[in-house]
C-alpha cells in the first residue's frame, strides 16, 4: 500500500479485505478495473472466493450488484431484458434483465452458448444494450466480473477471442495460505462477514476519481514501449494470436489507474511490466506445435519483457 494512495483506494481495499483475506493482489487489480472502467475475468478453482470478492466490491461502493449463473439453457434475453405486451396501453414496454446493475457477476460464463455470451458484448463495450431496435444505456459504473473452471471442460463452451479480448484482465486468485485460511474460519464461525459489510464509498466518487485517472501523465517514449510489447506478440513465431489495438489502450488505462492508486501523477516502465501479463495473456492464442513442445503464454510474455528495450523516460 502507497502511503499517499488516494483515500478511495485505501478504503475501498481495507474494506473488502474484511471479507476476502490474504488476497490484496486481487483486491487491488479489481479496484483499478472498477476506477479506469474495464472488466475482469476471474478464473479459478471453485471455493477460493470469486462471489464473494464480486459481492464485497459492489456493496462497499454502494452500487447495485446482481449474480447470473450461466447455464447451457439460458438465453440472451435472461441477460439483457425482454419487450412484453401491454394489453392495457396497447404497447410493447421494455422489461430490464439483471445486467441493469453497477457490478454484474457473470458465474461461470464458459457453461453459457456462444449465442448468450455474445449477449454481453455489446454491454461490455458499449455500454448500452440493443434490444428489438431499443438501445438503453447501463448504469455508471458497471463493471462485469465474470468466473470460469480451469479445469472444468465438460458441458462448457469456450470464450471466443472477441469475448476475451473485452476484458481488461484475467486475474487467478489462488488457494489461500494456511494461516489466512484458519482466520477464514474464524471469521465464519457465526454470520459471514459479508453480512455486516458497509458502504465506503460512492459510485459518484468511483466515476469523479475516473477523470482524475485519465490526467495522469503517461510519457510518449512509454506509449512506444506499450506498443512495442504489444506488437512483439503479433510477429512472435510461437502465437497464432496477438493482442489487439483494445490490448494496447487497456495497457496504457490499467498503467495510468495503477500510478494513480499508488499516489503519483505520473506512469512508470515498472507499472506497465506489472500490469502487462494480467492485461496480455488471455488475449494470446498457441500454436499447436507450441503447445507440444511446452510452451506457454506465460512464459512467452516473460520472454517479450525481457527482450523488450525498457524506453528512458523523464518526470513531468
Known amino acids: 500500500m502507497a502511503a499517499n494512495q488516494p483515500e478511495i483506494v485505501t478504503l475501498l481495499e481495507k474494506n473488502v479485505s474484511k471479507v476476502i483475506i490474504g488476497k490484496n493482489e486481487s483486491i487491488r487489480l479489481l479496484i483499478l478495473a472498477l476506477v479506469s472502467g474495464g472488466h475482469v475475468l476471474l478464473e479459478d478453482v471453485p471455493g477460493v472466493g470469486k462471489t464473494m470478492l464480486a459481492r464485497s466490491l459492489a ?3 454502494g452500487g447495485v450488484f446482481k449474480r447470473l449463473q450461466c447455464t ?6 435472461d441477460v439483457t431484458g425482454v419487450s412484453i405486451y401491454n394489453q392495457q396501453s396497447q404497447t410493447f414496454e421494455f422489461r430490464e434483465g439483471p445486467i441493469f446493475v453497477n457490478v454484474l457477476l457473470v458465474d461461470e460464463i464458459n457453461r453459457a452458448t456462444p449465442r448468450t ?27 462485469v466480473l465474470a468466473t470460469q473452471n480451469p479445469i472444468e471442460y465438460e458441458g462448457t463452451f469456450p470464450l471466443p477471442e472477441a469475448q476475451l479480448d473485452r476484458f481488461m484482465m484475467r486475474i487467478s486468485m489462488g488457494y489461500p495460505q494456511p494461516d489466512d ?10 454470520e459471514h462477514p459479508v453480512l455486516s459489510l458497509a458502504e465506503v464509498v460512492s459510485p459518484e466518487q468511483i466515476i469523479a476519481a475516473r ?4 490526467e495522469t501523465h503517461l510519457d510518449e517514449t ?5 506498443i512495442n510489447l504489444v506488437n512483439a506478440t503479433r510477429m512472435h513465431h510461437s ?6 489495438p483494445r490490448a494496447s489502450l487497456a495497457l496504457y488505462r490499467g498503467a495510468q489507474a495503477f500510478a494513480w492508486m499508488s499516489g503519483r501523477d505520473y506512469v512508470l516502465p515498472d507499472d506497465i511490466q506489472y500490469l502487462a501479463p494480467f492485461v496480455l495473456n488471455h488475449r494470446l492464442i498457441l500454436l499447436p506445435e507450441a503447445k507440444l513442445r511446452g510452451y506457454s503464454t506465460v512464459k512467452i510474455l516473460e520472454e517479450i519483457i525481457e527482450a523488450t528495450d525498457l524506453p528512458l523516460t523523464t518526470q513531468p
Request: charged share 20%; with cysteine.
Open 59 to 61: 456493496v462497499s461502493m
Open 239 to 244: 502465437l497464432a494470436l496477438g493482442a489487439s
Open 181 to 190: 485460511e484458519r482466520l477464514i474460519l474464524r471469521n465464519l464461525r457465526r
Open 211 to 214: 477523470q482524475k485517472i485519465w
Open 222 to 226: 512509454l506509449e512506444a514501449y506499450i
Open 117 to 143: 455470451q455474445s449477449a454481453l458484448l455489446e454491454a461490455m463495450q458499449e455500454r448500452q444494450v440493443t434490444v428489438d431496435g431499443l438501445s438503453c444505456q447501463l448504469p455508471d459504473p458497471f463493471i
Open 72 to 77: 447451457p439453457d439460458l438465453l440472451p434475453n
